[in-house]
């Protein structure tokens, strides 16, 4: 049973597969004192919070069978990532689940600010009735610009064209014809600053994203244009926010989120053409219930040792790339397990080669599938986020190449493994209707599927060979699903590799390595 800890409040909704799994025992318990998490957290196998528990290095430290962390929402900024990441815990978020609620409130936000709905509404509330104070604009012929355009800032484009906006949009993963399928115009930082009548950041708050609009980028921009923050504070240096809206060159600005929150009497306050909200992006019942079902699906596919997506603490991958690596992963992964356990010894040197279409690709996370993929089958607890550790580490040297020659593939990945006693290498690549295929091992030619448990044997290549392993397979009633064999020159040194429904015996193994001709045996499990 894995025990999975949850601290903070989360709808029945929000964790039902949690509560509906056999093998989770979930265990609720919020507004713990730092005492009371130290104590739990020792044998919870995942964490489940949201922004009120604090998940510091003194937390993590006594975590001895925590897995991963996560945190319904998008935000990790009550997680110490860094320690996580050292201990190779994954840490997730859902960052689906409350998109369309982010990207209906900056719309909502862009009219009232267009319309000088909040100003008007306090106005009338006290008994004026200043209809001419606050004529607005119409969005209609206007540019956005969107200066990030991932999920949120998508389906925000969508939105604007609906309302004849003209949208530009800046983000370094932009596909042009990404661009044109979502009807925008492409565009540099500085060109989309300075087009915009509209501005609107939707990136995340890194160290290169911080301040990225200043007093710099305002001197960019058009006279009275208008600026959004749903994303998160700090994007916007709000300083120069506020001297860009007292000269008139910012017309107003709509603000979800700010540099410290609460931001208590913040001076944008002071100024009425800025309209403000609690950080309200995801606040909506829809968005709760989704961050809550998509963080729950995450921790129960890393706790079974299933693909997952959304893990923060290891490399961002933009979509486009996600997509086209996606089909791979499971055979990298498989082709690292297999190199593995045919070459005995400690390992030294993986030296991974990308050949064909692939190798045009950014495939560092396939290179981290295989390396999780050989240190499992030495190391416990190796995973995504802490293999390159676990490997430097033990000075296991990382060789990453790529090869424009296809070697009769498509796409073709190849890992060599050597070790203290000897080298080898498999081969593999993907086969339409077929999947995942291995296509060779060393220098021999085979075509089977990584999967389940399989036998190697390395022989001489002579009459009655195959059939003595047969005979020896079928005395223990082990059933041959398939069988390939591989050979350079006949009589010489050759391979076969059979697909058996279950695992082997010692004595199996033993029988089996007395035959005459066989040079070794390897039961090898996928």
Known sequence: MYRVLITDPLSDLGIQKLLDAKDVEVIRKT?????????????????????????????????????????????????????????GIIVVNAPDGNTISTAEHTFAMMIALARNIPQAYRSTIQGEWKRKEFVGIELKGKTLSIIGLGRIGS?????????????????????EDRAKKLGVQKADFKEAIMSGDFITVHTPLTKETRHLINREVFEWMKPGVRILNCARGGIIDEDALYEAIQSGKV????????????????????????????????????????????????????LRNEPFKNAVNLPSIPAELQSKLQPYQSLAEKLGQFAAQIVPGA??????????????????PLTRMILKGALSCHLSDVNYVNAPHLAKQRGIQIIEQKSSKN?????????????????????????????????????????????????FIQHKDQPGTIGRVGTVLG???????TMQVGRKEIGGQAIMLLHIDKGLTADILHTLKQLDGIDSVTEIVL
Do not use: C
Request: no cysteine; aromatic share 6%.
């Open 407 to 455: 070697y009769g593939f498509t796409q073709l990945i190849r890992v060599e493994i050597t070790t203290d006693q000897e080298q080898k290498s498999v081969s593999g690549t993907l086969l339409n209707g077929l999947g995942p295929r291995i296509t060779k091992i060393n220098q021999y030619s085979i075509d089977i599927s990584p999967e389940g448990h399989l036998l």
């Open 251 to 302: 017309a107003g600005a709509a603000l979800d989120v700010f540099e410290t929150e609460p931001p208590g009497h913040h001076p944008l306050f002071s100024l009425p053409q800025v309209i403000a909200t609690p950080h309200l992006g995801a606040s909506t019942i829809e968005a709760q219930e989704n961050v809550a079902i998509d963080v729950s699906e995450e921790v129960l596919h890393i």
């Open 347 to 364: 390992l030294e040197t993986i030296t991974v080669t990308f050949a064909g279409e692939i190798a045009e690709w950014d495939i560092a």
């Open 155 to 175: 389906e925000l484009a969508k939105r604007a064209k609906a309302f004849h906006m003209n949208v530009i949009a800046f983000d370094p993963y932009l596909s």
């Open 475 to 481: 005395n223990y009633g082990i059933n041959i699903a």
């Open 31 to 87: 507004d713990l004192t730092l005492e009371e998490l130290l104590l739990e957290i020792e044998s919870a196998d995942a964490l489940l919070v949201r922004s009120q528990t604090k998940v510091t290095a003194e937390v993590l430290e006594k975590a001895r069978r925590l897995k991963v962390i996560g945190r319904a929402g998008v935000g990790v900024d009550n997680i110490d990532v860094a320690t996580a990441t050292k201990k």
